[in-house]
């Protein structure tokens, strides 16, 4: 929001230079992001008389002004402009004047004549970009004077950025508050009144609200009899200083209204609503409303309008309708003020994709009782500036008053908090001057709120208000006393600390995606229709199609990264990332995982790693390497049918009968949906799995004495058989006495009948308490072959 110095100060007095006014409102909360002062440009530019005309002797495009510039002489001036005439009052540029487009005016001769001067345009002022001659002026303003006064221009104009909760602050009024609290100077409001000659406005009009909830107030007031016109130059100069445009008269005390009391305001063409009356309520299905930008827009049953007997009129805290818009031909006006819901306003914005310097102010909350004040003062310029006759009375809708918050505030407590120590009398004193009412006792404040600062609600609020206006730097920088506990450690930290560090090691990089995901990734993941996975939690207000549901698992995310990558080609891809779901369910879980991607190529390009695909054991090692850093060791792998993965290439991490996650080469359908050209390999796991499994404790084991004895076996067994099938019956059989197994070579072909695979192993037996004969060793690996035969059909290969 726009402010200007010269405009500020007919609310309240101070002599803060520039500079200093702007820090101190950044202090007080109001941030200034810039500090222009528009007529700096202009100097050595001021208004000039063109007194006399004649031609220039050696060229017939050009003329010889003589020019009024109120001092002794007149400057004789060459001028090429076609609108030049003898009376006009324009822009004279003196010389060692410099322009706004970089001209510096020198003495010159022009085809052999003299030329003391310039007179300009606006687009030479940089004011506009029009060019087709010499910008006019008003008759009425003294010659001689700098252009930078005539026009408003010396000023200094302050861009805010007033945060979403100071809605009190979106006005001139209300910046002065924050200075009165600064100075302690008084207010200076505008001093309204008007006489009321025409019929009892409740003979002429009517409102209606049919939505109280979306719209607490209606005010309106009736003006026959004015004449539209344009503004008053300095009307046109204070909205044009903050960056409004000017239209007419009615309009322009419409925004000048909204500057200052921070109330959005609208006209009507009185007799362009039917039955002359307003009703406040829902659209309805399939109406239609053409706004002031003249574009028609479809409007929902969610949006509040305002409406004639008939028909939508205006779309209510947005924008006004092009139908009832004021025009040349309006004579009486009806006049409006209100407030609307601010989750409504800003509902309605969004969903039309509009933005308004009344939907802004509203959507974050309006004075509820500035209502009516802002009316009457919006009636009374329009008499002043605009003529009519004003309607006995103001309709005022105010079905459900709301009266104003009391809060109780402790001059103790609020010390306590800011380490302060301050007075109850200084205390009272800023309250006050924020516009607060203070009843004050020995040890209780009872705080009545304004309708203004509906921000604040509770006591920290008010030690706040107390703490921005004292000073932040009055308030002592102090150590914090007492212990400091130390927390416990979670271990969810620990296990995510571990599984980063490994993964990072192991050259994978970390990445942070949306939370939002795209409701058609289902489909490509291969997801079937009851897997609760695809039952995603939709957002009301999505970004994109693409963003509209949360996310509920890790991988597309993923597959989308390594897509992107390959389109930018990149081909080696490591990619992990560790963050929540959403699942859709009664508890509305947001359980964490740990996902990752291996696709491309691995390796470092040098002859010792040269590159390479991955393949199914890369993957495997980070699988196996995430459970080993979270010291879990006890878990099987079970081949899964999850139809996100290759069958056959994938398999599920048990912990007993728990899945905690799964790990595998990614289907053919799947890479062809994320157009990924090669093998792309995935992990997954349970974060809240994980760390209930997680060991982080080390425990010492003494170094034996008895040595180990190491036998290979080689099995022939059917295709369907896994491998760890062998491996769980070995350590099942051999009990404490098998230390280790190991499986080092899988094979099939010539040597083992067809619907068959070798499977070899090494077995390490070892005993704690003796060692181990080669009589003991060679009856428990008999036993081992005869159980696996009997339980798997093995044949030992010989």
């Given amino acids: ?38 007529g700096a440009e202009l100097e050595g530019v001021v208004v000039g008389s063109v007194n006399a005309i004649k031609p220039h002797p050696n060229a017939d495009k050009l003329v010889l002004c003589q020019v009024d510039i109120g001092e002794n002489e007149e400057l004789q001036i060459v001028c090429g402009a076609p609108n030049v005439r003898e009376g006009m009052l324009a822009p004279v540029a003196m010389i060692g004047a410099t322009l706004p487009i970089g001209l510096t005016i020198k003495r010159a001769k022009l085809r052999g004549e003299t030329s003391q001067g310039m007179l300009c345009s606006e687009k030479e002022l940089a004011l506009s970009e029009g060019a087709a001659g010499l910008m006019a002026l008003s008759t009425d303003i003294p010659v001689g004077i700098p252009l930078s006064t005539a026009l408003g221009l010396d000023d200094t104009v302050f861009e805010l950025e007033i945060t979403p909760n100071r809605p009190d602050c979106l006005s001139l009024i209300g910046v002065a508050r924050e200075i009165r609290a600064e100075t302690g100077n008084p207010l200076k409001l505008p001093q309204v009144e008007f006489n009321e000659d025409g019929p009892d406005v409740r003979e002429v009009t009517s409102v209606t609200i049919e939505d109280p909830d979306l719209c607490p107030r209606y005010a309106a007031r009736v003006i026959r009899g004015v004449k539209i016109g344009q503004s008053p130059l300095w009307l046109q100069q204070r909205l044009e200083s903050v960056g409004i445009g000017v239209i007419n008269n009615i309009v322009d005390i419409t925004n000048f209204v ?11 063409d009185y007799h362009k609503l039917t039955e002359n009356r307003i009703v406040v309520r829902r659209a309805m299905a399939g109406e239609n409303l053409t706004t002031l930008d003249e574009i028609e827009r479809e409007l929902t049953s969610d949006m509040l309008v305002i409406a004639d007997a008939e028909k939508p009129v205006a779309l209510a805290g947005v924008m006004g309708g092009y139908d009832s818009e004021i025009t040349e031909a309006t004579c009486d006006v009806l006049l409006e003020s209100a407030y609307f819901n601010p989750s409504s306003i800003r509902a309605t914005a969004k969903a039309l994709g509009m933005s308004t310097e009344a939907s802004y102010r509203f959507e974050r909350g309006a004075d509820l009782g500035i209502v009516l004040a802002a009316l009457d003062r919006a009636t009374q310029l329009i008499v002043e500036l605009v003529g009519g006759t004003i309607c006995k009375g103001v309709v005022d809708v105010y079905p459900g008053e709301q009266p104003l918050t009391e809060i109780r505030l402790r001059p103790k407590r609020v010390n306590f908090v800011l380490g302060t120590e301050i007075e109850p009398e200084t205390m009272e004193e800023i309250l006050k001057r924020l516009g607060f009412g203070v009843a004050a006792s020995e040890s209780v404040f009872r705080v009545t709120v304004p309708s203004f600062r509906s921000d604040v609600t509770r006591e920290i609020d008010l030690i706040e208000e107390i703490a921005r206006v004292y000073g932040y730097d009055n308030i002592p920088t102090t150590l914090p006393k007492g212990d400091i506990p130390v927390p416990a450690p979670d271990p969810k930290v620990e296990v995510r600390r571990r599984i980063k560090q490994f993964l990072l090691a192991a050259g994978m990089m970390e990445v942070v995606n ?35 549901v949360l996310r509920t698992t890790l991988l597309p995310g993923l597959l989308e990264n390594a897509q992107r990558n390959r389109n930018h080609q ?8 560790i963050g929540s779901v959403f699942i859709h369910s009664d508890e509305q879980k947001e359980p964490e ?9 691995v390796g470092d390009g040098v002859y010792s790693n040269p590159y390479r695909q991955p393949d199914f054991y890369d993957i495997k090692g980070l699988a196996e390497g995430v459970l080993e850093v979270c010291g879990i060791a006890d878990y099987t792998l079970q081949k899964t049918g999850a139809p996100t993965f290759h069958p056959g290439r994938n398999a599920a991490v048990m912990l007993g009968d ?14 062809e949906n994320y157009d990924l050209p090669y093998k792309a390999y995935l992990f997954d796991f349970d974060m809240e799995a994980l760390v209930d499994a997680a060991i982080f404790a080390k425990r010492f084991e003494p170094i034996s004495v008895y040595p180990k004895v190491e036998r290979d076996l080689a099995i022939v067994v059917d295709k369907a058989v896994l491998s760890d099938m062998p491996t769980e019956l070995i350590y099942k059989t051999g009990g404490e006495l098998v230390e280790s197994v190991r499986l080092f070579d899988v094979y099939e072909g010539e040597q083992v009948p067809e619907g068959k695979k070798s499977l070899a192993y090494t077995i390490i037996y070892h005993s704690a308490a003796e060692t181990l004969t080669d009589k003991a060793v060679n009856a428990l690996h008999d036993k081992i072959v005869k159980r696996l035969n009997q339980k798997l059909g093995a044949e030992l290969r010989m």
């Fill in 1 to 38: 929001m726009n402010v200007t110095l010269n405009w500020l100060k007919n609310y309240i007095d101070f002599e803060f230079p520039a500079n200093e006014l702007a820090d101190r409102l950044t202090m007080l909360g109001i941030e200034v992001e810039s500090i222009k002062q528009p």
């Fill in 514 to 548: 949306y939370s939002f995901s795209d409701p058609n990734s289902f489909d490509k993941m291969r997801f079937v229709a009851d897997n609760p996975l695809r039952n995603a939690i939709p957002l009301q207000n999505p970004l994109s199609p693409e963003m509209s």
């Fill in 658 to 671: 728990r899945q905690i996650g799964i790990f595998g080469e990614a289907h053919p359908e799947v890479l």
């Fill in 570 to 577: 990149i081909d080696t891809i490591a990619l992990f990332e």
């Fill in 258 to 268: 909204l500057m200052e009391y921070g109330q959005p305001l609208h006209a009507f």
């Fill in 593 to 601: 995982r740990v996902s990752g991607v291996l696709a491309g190529q």
